[in-house]
């Protein structure tokens, strides 16, 4: 069974920055594209970035371009969201997911709808 699990959220001020990770077991982690949501109450998710499964590809919402780098290391059946200069705006809770079909990236949340998610892990950011 797929797990992942992420882990980096926090408190920080506006124009800080922070790391998160999201570890992925029970898969064979680099045959398969990753992308990280996020979703504030009463909103629906909104996906971010993702990455293809070589980490050869990548996309961003254009919101966190220039601000957010999505990464994988595959050795360590992990990916990560570097996200900097973080505004109010950015506050959510951040949830990493897994693409249902290997060796496949489109940069949807139709498709990675169909994966496997985390629990999240809340980012606040004060202004």
């Known amino acids: 069974q797929v797990q992942l699990v992420e882990s980096g959220g926090g408190l920080v001020q506006a124009g800080g920055s922070l790391r998160l990770s999201c570890v992925v077991s029970g898969r064979t982690f680099d045959r398969y594209s990753m992308a990280w949501f996020r979703q504030t109450p009463g909103n629906e998710r909104e996906l971010v970035a993702s990455?293809?499964?070589?980490?050869?590809?990548?996309d961003y919402t254009d919101s966190v371009k220039g601000r957010f780098t999505i990464s994988r290391d595959n050795a360590k059946n992990t990916v990560y969201l570097q996200m900097n200069s973080l505004k109010p705006e950015d506050t959510a809770n951040y949830y990493c997911?897994?693409?249902?079909?290997?060796?496949?990236?489109?940069?949807?949340?139709?498709?990675?709808?169909?994966?496997?998610w985390g629990h999240g892990t809340q980012v606040t950011v004060s202004s």
């Open positions: 997911a897994t693409e249902s079909v290997p060796l496949y990236y489109v940069s949807s949340t139709e498709r990675f709808d169909r994966g496997s």
């Open positions: 990455i293809s499964w070589s980490g050869g590809n990548t």
